[in-house]
Nanobody
Framework: VQLQASGGGLVQPGGSLRLSCEAS????????MGWYRQPPGKQRELVATITSNGSTNYAGSVKGRFTITADNAKNTMYLQMNSLKPEDTAVYYCNVNGRYSGALFASKPFGSWGPGTQVTVSS
């Protein structure tokens, strides 16, 4: 299972960006999808997650500003980021967990990370 993320870039403080992450492959089901970020010189941290039934969870620092959604039919999730702050600057990674099928097996669990997309908030 491969993930492709897009939507990062440079934005001024107070601006907005929308990240997308599409999962492709022989996916049978997705349990949870999430966004993580790694600020410069810091460890990777949770931003937001969404489960297959639509339950969401946010880091306190982004609650009320970021919104995670998913299109289950397209195996795609989005992160709408509003009121961006310089401290939101980071490489953003998407993560997907679920089950997939293969030529020699019916079903196995998977957990995949996207390659990361840079978000820079600066004037």
């Amino acid at each position: 299972v491969q993930l492709q993320a897009s939507g990062g870039g440079l934005v001024q403080p107070g601006g907005s960006l929308r990240l997308s992450c599409e999962a492709s492959g022989s996916i049978l089901s997705i349990n949870v999808m999430g966004w993580y970020r790694q600020p410069p010189g810091k460890q990777r941290e949770l931003v937001a997650t969404i489960t297959s039934n639509g339950s969401t969870n946010y880091a306190g620092s982004v609650k009320g500003r970021f919104t995670i959604t998913a299109d289950n039919a397209k195996n795609t999730m989005y992160l709408q980021m509003n009121s961006l702050k310089p401290e939101d600057t980071a490489v953003y990674y998407c993560n997907v967990n679920g089950r997939y099928s293969g030529a020699l097996f019916a079903s196995k669990p998977f957990g995949s990370w996207g390659p990361g997309t840079q978000v820079t908030v600066s004037s």
